[in-house]
Protein backbone atom coordinates (compact mmCIF):
# COMPACT_ATOMS: atom_id res chain seq x y z
CA UNK A 1 0.00 0.00 0.00
CA UNK A 2 2.77 2.37 -1.23
CA UNK A 3 1.83 6.03 -1.51
CA UNK A 4 2.13 7.43 -5.76
CA UNK A 5 4.82 9.69 -6.26
CA UNK A 6 4.85 13.24 -4.13
CA UNK A 7 6.75 15.11 -6.94
CA UNK A 8 8.91 14.09 -9.85
CA UNK A 9 11.64 11.42 -9.10
CA UNK A 10 11.01 11.40 -5.35
CA UNK A 11 8.58 8.16 -3.46
CA UNK A 12 8.11 8.52 0.77
CA UNK A 13 7.94 4.91 0.11
CA UNK A 14 11.48 4.18 -1.82
CA UNK A 15 13.12 7.12 0.32
CA UNK A 16 11.75 4.96 3.99
CA UNK A 17 13.24 1.85 1.87
CA UNK A 18 16.51 3.24 1.62
CA UNK A 19 16.78 4.48 4.66
CA UNK A 20 15.78 1.21 6.27
CA UNK A 21 18.64 -0.08 3.94
CA UNK A 22 21.29 1.51 6.04
CA UNK A 23 20.37 -1.26 9.35
CA UNK A 24 21.79 -4.22 7.37
CA UNK A 25 24.24 -6.54 8.67
CA UNK A 26 27.60 -6.10 7.54
CA UNK A 27 29.28 -9.41 5.93
CA UNK A 28 26.93 -11.42 8.30
CA UNK A 29 28.43 -10.72 11.72
CA UNK A 30 27.72 -8.79 14.31
CA UNK A 31 28.83 -5.50 13.38
CA UNK A 32 26.46 -2.70 12.10
CA UNK A 33 26.11 0.51 10.71
CA UNK A 34 26.34 3.39 12.69
CA UNK A 35 22.46 4.09 12.88
CA UNK A 36 22.10 0.99 14.93
CA UNK A 37 21.30 2.68 17.99
CA UNK A 38 18.69 4.69 16.29
CA UNK A 39 15.55 4.50 17.57
CA UNK A 40 11.42 4.63 15.59
CA UNK A 41 11.48 8.52 16.26
CA UNK A 42 14.97 8.98 14.93
CA UNK A 43 14.04 7.23 11.70
CA UNK A 44 10.41 8.84 11.44
CA UNK A 45 11.66 12.54 12.22
CA UNK A 46 14.12 11.85 9.51
CA UNK A 47 11.82 11.47 7.23
CA UNK A 48 8.88 14.10 8.17
CA UNK A 49 12.27 16.54 7.78
CA UNK A 50 13.12 15.01 3.89
CA UNK A 51 9.07 15.64 3.35
CA UNK A 52 9.00 18.86 4.69
CA UNK A 53 5.71 17.40 7.06
CA UNK A 54 4.86 19.24 10.25
CA UNK A 55 1.70 16.96 10.87
CA UNK A 56 3.58 14.51 11.88
CA UNK A 57 0.90 13.04 14.50
CA UNK A 58 -1.04 11.67 11.56
CA UNK A 59 2.02 9.31 10.15
CA UNK A 60 3.94 6.47 10.96
CA UNK A 61 6.23 3.88 9.92
CA UNK A 62 4.47 0.64 9.17
CA UNK A 63 5.76 -3.05 8.35
CA UNK A 64 4.32 -6.44 8.08
CA UNK A 65 5.27 -9.21 10.51
CA UNK A 66 3.86 -12.99 10.08
CA UNK A 67 0.64 -11.53 7.91
CA UNK A 68 -0.37 -8.45 10.66
CA UNK A 69 0.43 -5.02 10.38
CA UNK A 70 2.51 -3.58 12.87
CA UNK A 71 3.89 0.31 13.58
CA UNK A 72 7.46 1.60 14.69
CA UNK A 73 6.89 2.17 17.85
CA UNK A 74 8.56 6.00 18.30
CA UNK A 75 10.70 5.35 21.68
CA UNK A 76 12.05 1.79 20.98
CA UNK A 77 15.15 1.37 18.73
CA UNK A 78 13.98 -0.07 15.27
CA UNK A 79 16.06 -2.70 15.40
CA UNK A 80 14.50 -4.03 18.70
CA UNK A 81 11.41 -4.49 16.94
CA UNK A 82 9.84 -7.79 15.94
CA UNK A 83 10.57 -6.72 12.09
CA UNK A 84 11.01 -9.05 9.54
CA UNK A 85 14.38 -11.14 9.03
CA UNK A 86 14.81 -10.60 5.46
CA UNK A 87 17.46 -7.49 4.42
CA UNK A 88 16.32 -4.46 3.63
CA UNK A 89 14.29 -3.82 5.79
CA UNK A 90 11.19 -2.23 4.03
CA UNK A 91 8.96 0.26 6.49
CA UNK A 92 5.66 2.12 4.32
CA UNK A 93 5.04 5.84 5.56
CA UNK A 94 1.07 6.10 5.94
CA UNK A 95 -1.37 7.98 7.43
CA UNK A 96 -2.43 6.03 10.54
CA UNK A 97 -4.77 8.27 11.93
CA UNK A 98 -7.66 10.07 10.04
CA UNK A 99 -9.15 13.33 10.90
CA UNK A 100 -12.64 13.84 11.40
CA UNK A 101 -12.99 16.86 9.10
CA UNK A 102 -10.17 17.01 6.32
CA UNK A 103 -10.86 20.63 5.58
CA UNK A 104 -10.65 21.62 9.09
CA UNK A 105 -8.00 19.92 10.56
CA UNK A 106 -5.26 19.13 7.60
CA UNK A 107 -3.17 22.10 7.43
CA UNK A 108 -0.02 21.67 5.58
CA UNK A 109 -0.32 21.06 1.66
CA UNK A 110 1.98 18.11 1.49
CA UNK A 111 -0.21 16.84 4.27
CA UNK A 112 -3.14 17.08 2.68
CA UNK A 113 -1.25 15.52 -0.92
CA UNK A 114 -0.43 12.40 1.14
CA UNK A 115 -4.10 11.75 2.82
CA UNK A 116 -5.14 12.04 -1.30
CA UNK A 117 -2.50 9.40 -2.43
CA UNK A 118 -3.55 7.02 0.68
CA UNK A 119 -7.23 7.52 0.06
CA UNK A 120 -7.24 7.43 -3.51
CA UNK A 121 -5.28 3.87 -3.26
CA UNK A 122 -7.43 2.40 -1.17
CA UNK A 123 -10.67 3.31 -3.05
CA UNK A 124 -9.23 1.83 -5.65
CA UNK A 125 -7.66 -1.30 -4.35
CA UNK A 126 -11.80 -1.47 -2.84
CA UNK A 127 -10.72 -1.58 0.55
CA UNK A 128 -12.85 1.48 1.39
CA UNK A 129 -16.00 0.71 -0.40
CA UNK A 130 -17.17 3.37 -2.96
CA UNK A 131 -20.83 3.61 -4.51
CA UNK A 132 -20.23 3.96 -8.52
CA UNK A 133 -21.79 7.43 -9.04
CA UNK A 134 -19.33 8.93 -6.30
CA UNK A 135 -16.47 6.84 -7.65
CA UNK A 136 -17.40 9.10 -11.06
CA UNK A 137 -16.68 12.00 -9.63
CA UNK A 138 -14.11 11.20 -7.08
CA UNK A 139 -12.47 10.89 -10.49
CA UNK A 140 -13.11 14.07 -12.11
CA UNK A 141 -11.20 15.43 -9.10
CA UNK A 142 -8.23 13.14 -9.84
CA UNK A 143 -8.27 14.13 -13.24
CA UNK A 144 -8.29 17.99 -12.12
CA UNK A 145 -5.70 17.40 -9.75
CA UNK A 146 -3.33 16.25 -12.24
CA UNK A 147 -3.89 17.60 -15.58
CA UNK A 148 -5.27 21.01 -14.43
CA UNK A 149 -7.95 23.19 -16.03
CA UNK A 150 -9.62 20.76 -18.92
CA UNK A 151 -9.25 22.10 -22.44
CA UNK A 152 -11.31 20.50 -24.92
CA UNK A 153 -7.94 21.28 -27.34
CA UNK A 154 -5.63 19.17 -25.08
CA UNK A 155 -7.55 16.77 -23.81
CA UNK A 156 -8.89 15.08 -26.58
CA UNK A 157 -10.84 11.52 -26.50
CA UNK A 158 -8.95 8.73 -25.04
CA UNK A 159 -6.49 10.75 -22.90
CA UNK A 160 -7.46 8.90 -19.69
CA UNK A 161 -7.18 5.49 -21.57
CA UNK A 162 -4.18 4.70 -19.54
CA UNK A 163 -5.53 6.03 -16.42
CA UNK A 164 -6.96 4.02 -13.54
CA UNK A 165 -9.63 6.24 -11.97
CA UNK A 166 -12.18 3.74 -10.88
CA UNK A 167 -12.48 0.62 -9.07
CA UNK A 168 -12.68 -2.63 -10.86
CA UNK A 169 -15.63 -3.41 -9.04
CA UNK A 170 -17.87 -0.40 -10.58
CA UNK A 171 -16.47 -1.18 -13.98
CA UNK A 172 -17.14 -4.75 -13.83
CA UNK A 173 -20.82 -4.17 -12.63
CA UNK A 174 -21.69 -2.38 -15.36
CA UNK A 175 -21.93 -2.73 -19.40
CA UNK A 176 -19.94 0.25 -19.99
CA UNK A 177 -16.79 0.57 -22.46
CA UNK A 178 -13.74 2.71 -21.37
CA UNK A 179 -15.05 5.46 -23.47
CA UNK A 180 -18.75 5.96 -22.09
CA UNK A 181 -16.93 6.25 -18.51
CA UNK A 182 -14.55 8.39 -19.90
CA UNK A 183 -17.00 10.33 -21.22
CA UNK A 184 -18.92 10.94 -18.07
CA UNK A 185 -15.72 11.75 -15.87
CA UNK A 186 -14.53 14.20 -18.48
CA UNK A 187 -18.25 15.91 -18.21
CA UNK A 188 -17.70 16.70 -14.36
CA UNK A 189 -14.06 17.38 -15.20
CA UNK A 190 -14.84 20.31 -17.30
CA UNK A 191 -16.94 21.58 -14.40
CA UNK A 192 -14.01 21.89 -12.17
CA UNK A 193 -12.33 24.95 -14.06
CA UNK A 194 -10.05 26.85 -11.98
CA UNK A 195 -9.57 24.74 -8.89
CA UNK A 196 -6.06 24.59 -8.31
CA UNK A 197 -4.45 20.86 -7.21
CA UNK A 198 -4.58 21.21 -3.85
CA UNK A 199 -8.23 22.19 -3.75
CA UNK A 200 -9.37 19.20 -6.19
CA UNK A 201 -7.21 16.87 -3.68
CA UNK A 202 -9.29 18.47 -0.56
CA UNK A 203 -12.76 18.14 -2.48
CA UNK A 204 -12.22 14.69 -3.13
CA UNK A 205 -10.92 14.23 0.93
CA UNK A 206 -14.34 16.31 1.27
CA UNK A 207 -16.23 13.60 -0.35
CA UNK A 208 -14.39 10.35 0.81
CA UNK A 209 -14.77 11.08 4.25
CA UNK A 210 -18.51 10.71 4.40
CA UNK A 211 -18.06 7.33 2.64
CA UNK A 212 -18.59 4.43 5.59
CA UNK A 213 -15.55 2.53 5.22
CA UNK A 214 -13.12 5.81 5.36
CA UNK A 215 -10.49 5.33 7.90
CA UNK A 216 -11.94 2.48 9.81
CA UNK A 217 -9.49 -0.01 11.09
CA UNK A 218 -10.96 -3.47 10.81
CA UNK A 219 -10.27 -6.86 13.29
CA UNK A 220 -11.65 -9.74 13.33
CA UNK A 221 -13.18 -10.75 17.31
CA UNK A 222 -15.06 -12.84 18.44
CA UNK A 223 -17.68 -12.04 22.04
CA UNK A 224 -18.05 -13.69 24.90
CA UNK A 225 -20.64 -16.48 23.29
CA UNK A 226 -18.19 -17.26 20.77
CA UNK A 227 -19.75 -15.25 17.94
CA UNK A 228 -17.44 -14.06 15.17
CA UNK A 229 -17.88 -9.96 14.81
CA UNK A 230 -15.47 -7.41 13.62
CA UNK A 231 -14.36 -4.48 15.62
CA UNK A 232 -13.77 -0.93 13.91
CA UNK A 233 -11.42 1.64 15.30
CA UNK A 234 -11.85 5.20 13.70
CA UNK A 235 -11.19 8.51 14.34
CA UNK A 236 -15.17 8.61 16.01
CA UNK A 237 -15.05 5.79 18.35
CA UNK A 238 -15.20 1.89 18.55
CA UNK A 239 -17.83 -0.10 16.23
CA UNK A 240 -18.81 -3.19 16.48
CA UNK A 241 -19.79 -5.04 12.70
CA UNK A 242 -21.10 -8.34 11.09
CA UNK A 243 -18.10 -10.06 9.39
CA UNK A 244 -20.83 -9.60 6.14
CA UNK A 245 -21.48 -6.10 6.58
CA UNK A 246 -18.43 -3.72 7.01
CA UNK A 247 -21.00 -0.39 6.08
CA UNK A 248 -23.17 -0.67 9.03
CA UNK A 249 -22.08 -1.05 12.87
CA UNK A 250 -24.39 -3.20 15.15
CA UNK A 251 -22.70 -1.28 18.24
CA UNK A 252 -20.67 2.26 18.26
CA UNK A 253 -18.89 3.58 21.24
CA UNK A 254 -17.97 7.39 20.26
CA UNK A 255 -14.80 8.32 22.29
CA UNK A 256 -16.50 10.29 24.56
CA UNK A 257 -18.85 7.31 26.11
CA UNK A 258 -15.57 5.19 26.97
CA UNK A 259 -14.26 5.39 30.33
CA UNK A 260 -11.46 2.96 30.02
CA UNK A 261 -10.02 0.11 27.40
CA UNK A 262 -7.89 -2.55 28.73
CA UNK A 263 -6.91 -5.86 27.39
CA UNK A 264 -5.40 -8.89 29.51
CA UNK A 265 -3.75 -11.51 27.61
CA UNK A 266 -5.78 -11.75 24.53
CA UNK A 267 -9.38 -10.81 25.92
CA UNK A 268 -9.74 -6.92 25.60
CA UNK A 269 -12.43 -5.05 27.58
CA UNK A 270 -14.40 -1.77 26.86
CA UNK A 271 -15.84 0.31 29.52
CA UNK A 272 -18.37 2.68 29.08
CA UNK A 273 -18.54 5.82 30.70
CA UNK A 274 -22.57 5.20 31.69
CA UNK A 275 -22.25 2.56 34.35
CA UNK A 276 -26.13 1.23 33.59
CA UNK A 277 -24.17 -0.16 30.15
CA UNK A 278 -22.65 -3.43 30.57
CA UNK A 279 -19.17 -3.80 29.65
CA UNK A 280 -18.46 -5.10 26.24
CA UNK A 281 -15.69 -7.76 26.26
CA UNK A 282 -14.53 -9.89 23.07
CA UNK A 283 -11.29 -12.05 22.29
CA UNK A 284 -9.09 -11.68 19.93
CA UNK A 285 -7.00 -14.51 17.50
CA UNK A 286 -3.62 -12.61 18.39
CA UNK A 287 -1.81 -11.14 20.98
CA UNK A 288 -0.17 -8.85 18.53
CA UNK A 289 -3.21 -7.47 17.42
CA UNK A 290 -4.62 -6.62 20.81
CA UNK A 291 -1.24 -4.48 21.09
CA UNK A 292 -2.28 -2.96 17.55
CA UNK A 293 -5.81 -2.02 18.74
CA UNK A 294 -4.96 -0.90 21.90
CA UNK A 295 -2.33 1.36 20.79
CA UNK A 296 -4.94 2.88 17.68
CA UNK A 297 -7.18 3.22 20.71
CA UNK A 298 -5.20 5.38 22.45
CA UNK A 299 -3.89 7.32 19.42
CA UNK A 300 -7.52 8.14 18.37
CA UNK A 301 -8.84 9.04 21.67
CA UNK A 302 -6.11 11.48 22.24
CA UNK A 303 -6.73 13.15 18.58
CA UNK A 304 -10.27 12.97 19.45
CA UNK A 305 -9.42 14.81 22.69
CA UNK A 306 -7.30 17.45 21.08
CA UNK A 307 -9.79 18.14 18.42
CA UNK A 308 -11.72 19.89 21.07
CA UNK A 309 -9.31 21.61 22.89
CA UNK A 310 -8.12 25.10 21.86
CA UNK A 311 -5.32 24.63 19.36
CA UNK A 312 -1.40 24.61 20.32
CA UNK A 313 0.96 26.99 19.67
CA UNK A 314 2.42 25.53 16.94
CA UNK A 315 -0.65 24.59 15.34
CA UNK A 316 -2.30 28.10 15.11
CA UNK A 317 1.66 29.17 13.81
CA UNK A 318 0.58 26.73 11.27
CA UNK A 319 -2.99 27.63 10.34
CA UNK A 320 -1.42 31.22 10.43
CA UNK A 321 0.90 30.28 7.62
CA UNK A 322 -1.42 28.41 5.93
CA UNK A 323 -3.74 30.76 5.80
CA UNK A 324 -1.46 33.41 4.29
CA UNK A 325 -0.07 31.07 1.73
CA UNK A 326 -3.53 30.16 0.80
CA UNK A 327 -4.33 33.90 0.23
CA UNK A 328 -0.91 34.20 -1.37
CA UNK A 329 -1.61 31.52 -3.69
CA UNK A 330 -5.08 32.95 -4.17
CA UNK A 331 -3.51 36.18 -5.17
CA UNK A 332 -1.43 35.03 -7.71
CA UNK A 333 -4.31 32.63 -9.34
CA UNK A 334 -5.90 35.94 -9.51
CA UNK A 335 -3.10 37.91 -11.35
CA UNK A 336 -2.52 35.19 -13.48
CA UNK A 337 -6.03 34.73 -14.46
CA UNK A 338 -6.23 38.29 -15.20
CA UNK A 339 -3.17 38.12 -17.17
CA UNK A 340 -4.29 35.02 -19.31
CA UNK A 341 -7.42 37.40 -19.67
CA UNK A 342 -5.65 40.24 -21.24
CA UNK A 343 -3.15 38.15 -23.27
CA UNK A 344 -6.53 36.45 -24.48
CA UNK A 345 -7.87 39.87 -25.50
CA UNK A 346 -4.37 40.66 -27.40
CA UNK A 347 -4.48 37.55 -29.15
CA UNK A 348 -7.93 38.09 -30.16
CA UNK A 349 -7.18 41.74 -31.32
CA UNK A 350 -3.78 40.54 -33.25
CA UNK A 351 -5.89 37.71 -34.94
CA UNK A 352 -8.93 40.63 -35.83
CA UNK A 353 -5.72 42.94 -37.07
CA UNK A 354 -4.22 39.87 -39.58
CA UNK A 355 -7.91 38.87 -40.64
CA UNK A 356 -8.12 42.92 -41.85
CA UNK A 357 -4.71 42.89 -43.14
CA UNK A 358 -5.56 40.02 -45.35
CA UNK A 359 -8.54 41.22 -46.52
CA UNK A 360 -7.15 44.74 -47.12
CA UNK A 361 -4.43 42.86 -49.07
CA UNK A 362 -7.30 40.98 -51.00
CA UNK A 363 -9.59 44.36 -51.79
CA UNK A 364 -5.98 45.89 -52.98
CA UNK A 365 -5.17 42.58 -55.06
CA UNK A 366 -8.72 43.08 -56.70
CA UNK A 367 -7.91 47.01 -57.44
CA UNK A 368 -4.92 46.16 -59.17
CA UNK A 369 -6.76 43.41 -61.03
CA UNK A 370 -9.35 45.88 -62.17
CA UNK A 371 -7.19 48.39 -63.22
CA UNK A 372 -5.40 46.04 -65.37
CA UNK A 373 -8.47 45.56 -66.93
CA UNK A 374 -9.43 48.92 -67.00
CA UNK A 375 -5.82 49.64 -69.02
CA UNK A 376 -6.50 47.04 -71.34
CA UNK A 377 -9.69 47.92 -71.99
CA UNK A 378 -8.43 51.54 -72.71
CA UNK A 379 -5.58 50.72 -75.02
CA UNK A 380 -8.13 48.57 -77.15
CA UNK A 381 -11.25 51.34 -77.06
CA UNK A 382 -8.01 54.00 -78.21
CA UNK A 383 -7.08 51.87 -81.00
CA UNK A 384 -10.51 50.95 -82.47
CA UNK A 385 -11.33 54.79 -82.62
CA UNK A 386 -7.96 55.36 -84.29
CA UNK A 387 -8.98 52.55 -86.94
CA UNK A 388 -12.74 54.01 -87.15
CA UNK A 389 -11.07 57.19 -87.94
CA UNK A 390 -9.14 56.22 -90.88
CA UNK A 391 -11.53 54.48 -91.77
CA UNK A 392 -13.81 57.91 -91.74
CA UNK A 393 -11.19 59.55 -93.66
CA UNK A 394 -11.13 57.09 -96.19
CA UNK A 395 -14.75 56.92 -97.32
CA UNK A 396 -14.84 61.37 -97.11
CA UNK A 397 -11.80 60.78 -99.99
CA UNK A 398 -13.87 58.36 -101.94
CA UNK A 399 -17.02 60.22 -101.99
CA UNK A 400 -14.91 63.44 -102.69
CA UNK A 401 -13.37 61.25 -105.79
CA UNK A 402 -17.19 60.59 -106.94
CA UNK A 403 -18.04 64.00 -107.02
CA UNK A 404 -15.37 65.02 -109.09
CA UNK A 405 -16.45 61.80 -111.22
CA UNK A 406 -19.90 62.97 -111.53
CA UNK A 407 -18.82 66.02 -112.71
CA UNK A 408 -16.58 65.18 -115.05
CA UNK A 409 -19.33 62.67 -116.42
CA UNK A 410 -21.96 65.94 -117.13
CA UNK A 411 -18.97 67.84 -118.61
CA UNK A 412 -19.05 65.35 -121.26
CA UNK A 413 -20.92 65.71 -124.64
CA UNK A 414 -22.94 62.69 -125.21
CA UNK A 415 -23.93 62.82 -128.91
CA UNK A 416 -26.01 59.95 -129.19
CA UNK A 417 -29.50 59.10 -127.72
CA UNK A 418 -28.63 56.10 -125.90
CA UNK A 419 -25.03 57.55 -125.04
CA UNK A 420 -27.05 60.04 -122.91
CA UNK A 421 -29.25 57.83 -121.43
CA UNK A 422 -26.39 55.79 -120.39
CA UNK A 423 -24.88 58.63 -119.13
CA UNK A 424 -28.07 59.59 -117.04
CA UNK A 425 -28.68 56.37 -115.44
CA UNK A 426 -24.62 56.69 -114.56
CA UNK A 427 -25.59 59.66 -113.36
CA UNK A 428 -27.68 58.68 -111.17
CA UNK A 429 -26.04 55.77 -110.35
CA UNK A 430 -23.18 58.13 -109.03
CA UNK A 431 -25.35 60.18 -106.99
CA UNK A 432 -26.76 57.23 -105.17
CA UNK A 433 -23.20 55.79 -104.43
CA UNK A 434 -22.23 59.07 -103.22
CA UNK A 435 -25.25 59.58 -100.78
CA UNK A 436 -24.47 55.94 -99.74
CA UNK A 437 -21.16 56.96 -98.77
CA UNK A 438 -22.24 60.23 -97.34
CA UNK A 439 -24.24 58.38 -94.99
CA UNK A 440 -21.84 55.24 -94.30
CA UNK A 441 -19.43 58.49 -93.81
CA UNK A 442 -21.65 60.20 -91.42
CA UNK A 443 -22.12 56.82 -89.60
CA UNK A 444 -18.81 55.93 -88.93
CA UNK A 445 -18.45 59.76 -87.84
CA UNK A 446 -21.05 59.25 -85.90
CA UNK A 447 -19.23 55.87 -84.00
CA UNK A 448 -15.56 57.52 -83.96
CA UNK A 449 -17.18 60.28 -81.62
CA UNK A 450 -18.91 57.15 -79.71
CA UNK A 451 -15.29 55.62 -79.49
CA UNK A 452 -14.37 58.96 -78.39
CA UNK A 453 -16.66 59.07 -74.90
CA UNK A 454 -15.86 55.56 -74.78
CA UNK A 455 -12.28 56.24 -74.31
CA UNK A 456 -12.76 59.06 -72.00
CA UNK A 457 -15.09 57.05 -69.60
CA UNK A 458 -12.27 54.00 -69.76
CA UNK A 459 -9.51 56.49 -68.53
CA UNK A 460 -11.66 58.50 -66.26
CA UNK A 461 -12.38 54.63 -64.51
CA UNK A 462 -8.16 54.07 -64.49
CA UNK A 463 -7.94 57.14 -62.66
CA UNK A 464 -10.91 56.11 -60.05
CA UNK A 465 -9.09 53.05 -59.91
CA UNK A 466 -5.66 54.27 -59.38
CA UNK A 467 -7.12 56.59 -56.24
CA UNK A 468 -8.85 53.79 -54.86
CA UNK A 469 -5.87 52.07 -55.23
CA UNK A 470 -3.76 54.98 -53.70
CA UNK A 471 -6.23 54.51 -50.71
CA UNK A 472 -5.77 51.12 -49.96
CA UNK A 473 -1.84 51.83 -49.97
CA UNK A 474 -1.82 54.08 -47.52
CA UNK A 475 -4.59 51.91 -45.42
CA UNK A 476 -2.05 49.75 -45.25
CA UNK A 477 1.09 51.52 -44.12
CA UNK A 478 -1.32 52.37 -40.99
CA UNK A 479 -1.78 48.87 -40.09
CA UNK A 480 0.49 47.92 -37.15
CA UNK A 481 2.51 44.55 -37.96
CA UNK A 482 0.91 42.17 -35.50
CA UNK A 483 3.71 39.75 -35.16
CA UNK A 484 6.67 42.24 -34.94
CA UNK A 485 4.32 44.33 -32.61
CA UNK A 486 5.89 43.88 -28.85
CA UNK A 487 3.23 43.03 -26.23
CA UNK A 488 3.09 45.25 -23.54
CA UNK A 489 4.73 44.43 -20.50
CA UNK A 490 2.00 43.05 -18.32
CA UNK A 491 1.11 39.90 -21.37
CA UNK A 492 4.99 38.29 -20.18
CA UNK A 493 4.01 35.67 -18.21
CA UNK A 494 7.29 34.88 -17.13
CA UNK A 495 7.10 33.92 -13.75
CA UNK A 496 9.11 36.42 -10.97
CA UNK A 497 9.69 36.92 -7.48
CA UNK A 498 7.05 38.49 -6.04
CA UNK A 499 6.37 40.07 -2.73
CA UNK A 500 2.95 40.61 -0.36
CA UNK A 501 2.44 42.70 1.87
CA UNK A 502 -0.83 41.36 4.01
CA UNK A 503 -2.70 44.24 5.27
CA UNK A 504 -5.71 44.25 7.61
CA UNK A 505 -8.11 45.24 5.10
CA UNK A 506 -6.41 42.20 2.98
CA UNK A 507 -7.31 39.79 5.13
CA UNK A 508 -10.86 41.53 6.04
CA UNK A 509 -11.55 40.97 2.76
CA UNK A 510 -10.30 37.44 2.59
CA UNK A 511 -12.44 36.47 5.67
CA UNK A 512 -15.66 37.85 3.83
CA UNK A 513 -14.83 35.77 0.76
CA UNK A 514 -13.66 32.46 2.73
CA UNK A 515 -16.94 33.07 4.32
CA UNK A 516 -19.42 33.92 0.63
CA UNK A 517 -17.08 30.13 -0.30
CA UNK A 518 -18.69 28.46 2.38
CA UNK A 519 -22.21 29.41 1.60
CA UNK A 520 -21.62 28.91 -2.25
CA UNK A 521 -20.19 25.54 -1.12
CA UNK A 522 -23.75 24.79 0.54
CA UNK A 523 -25.43 25.53 -2.46
CA UNK A 524 -22.82 23.08 -4.83
CA UNK A 525 -23.25 20.45 -2.23
CA UNK A 526 -27.19 20.28 -3.03
CA UNK A 527 -26.39 20.92 -6.90
CA UNK A 528 -23.51 17.84 -6.48
CA UNK A 529 -26.09 15.43 -4.73
CA UNK A 530 -28.88 15.70 -8.02
CA UNK A 531 -25.60 15.63 -10.43
CA UNK A 532 -25.25 12.51 -8.22
CA UNK A 533 -28.60 11.10 -8.85
CA UNK A 534 -29.01 11.78 -12.18
CA UNK A 535 -25.70 10.17 -12.95
CA UNK A 536 -26.97 7.15 -11.00
CA UNK A 537 -30.35 7.20 -12.23
CA UNK A 538 -28.72 7.25 -16.40
CA UNK A 539 -26.15 4.74 -15.87
CA UNK A 540 -28.93 2.03 -13.69
CA UNK A 541 -30.63 0.77 -16.77
CA UNK A 542 -26.86 -0.61 -17.95
CA UNK A 543 -26.18 -2.35 -14.46
CA UNK A 544 -25.72 -6.23 -14.41
CA UNK A 545 -27.71 -7.34 -11.38
CA UNK A 546 -26.04 -10.14 -11.01
CA UNK A 547 -22.54 -8.57 -10.35
CA UNK A 548 -23.49 -6.72 -7.78
CA UNK A 549 -21.57 -7.38 -4.30
CA UNK A 550 -22.62 -7.73 -1.00
CA UNK A 551 -21.38 -3.98 -0.25
CA UNK A 552 -23.15 -2.85 -3.18
CA UNK A 553 -26.78 -4.38 -2.12
CA UNK A 554 -25.71 -3.35 1.48
CA UNK A 555 -25.26 0.09 0.03
CA UNK A 556 -28.28 0.48 -1.56
CA UNK A 557 -30.44 -0.48 1.25
CA UNK A 558 -28.93 2.13 3.38
CA UNK A 559 -29.00 4.75 0.89
CA UNK A 560 -32.94 3.94 0.39
CA UNK A 561 -33.36 4.21 4.18
CA UNK A 562 -31.98 7.56 3.77
CA UNK A 563 -28.58 6.43 6.17
CA UNK A 564 -25.74 8.11 5.93
CA UNK A 565 -22.62 7.06 8.09
CA UNK A 566 -22.93 9.66 10.86
CA UNK A 567 -26.38 9.10 11.57
CA UNK A 568 -26.14 5.70 11.15
CA UNK A 569 -23.32 6.06 14.21
CA UNK A 570 -25.62 8.06 15.82
CA UNK A 571 -28.35 5.94 15.60
CA UNK A 572 -26.42 3.11 16.63
CA UNK A 573 -24.56 4.97 19.76
CA UNK A 574 -29.06 5.60 20.93
CA UNK A 575 -30.04 2.20 20.97
CA UNK A 576 -26.76 1.07 22.60
CA UNK A 577 -28.14 -0.15 25.88
CA UNK A 578 -30.42 -2.39 24.17
CA UNK A 579 -27.98 -3.74 21.85
CA UNK A 580 -24.76 -4.20 23.86
CA UNK A 581 -25.19 -8.11 24.80
CA UNK A 582 -25.36 -8.85 21.15
Not at 324 to 340: W, Y
Amino acid sequence: MCPEPLAPGFWANSLVSRLSARFQRVGGGEKWLWCVKWKGKDLFDLVCRTLGLRETWFFGLQYTIKDTVAWLKMDKKVLDHDVPTEEPVTFHFLAKFYPENAEEELVQEITQHLFFLQVKKQILDEKIYCPPEASVLLASYAVQAKYGDYDPNVHKRGFLAQEELLPKRVINLYQMTPEMWEERITAWYAEHRGRARDEAEMEYLKIAQDLEMYGVNYFAIRNKKGTELLLGVDALGLHIYDPDNRLTPKISFPWNEIRNISYSDKEFTIKPLDKKIDVFKFNSSKLRVNKLILQLCIGNHDLFMRRRKADSLEVQQMKAQAREEKARKQMERQRLAREKQMREEAERTRDELERRLMQLKEEATMANEALMRSEETADLLAEKAQITEEEAKLLAQKAAEAEQEMQRIKATAIRTEEEKRLMEQKVLEAEMLALKMAEESERRAKEADQLKQDLQEARESERRAKQKLLEITRALTSVPKPLTCPLPPYFNLISESLSFDFKDTDMKRLSMEIEKEKVEYMEKSKHLQEQLNELKTEIEALKLKERETALDILHNENASRGNSKHNTIKKVSEAKPAAVKV
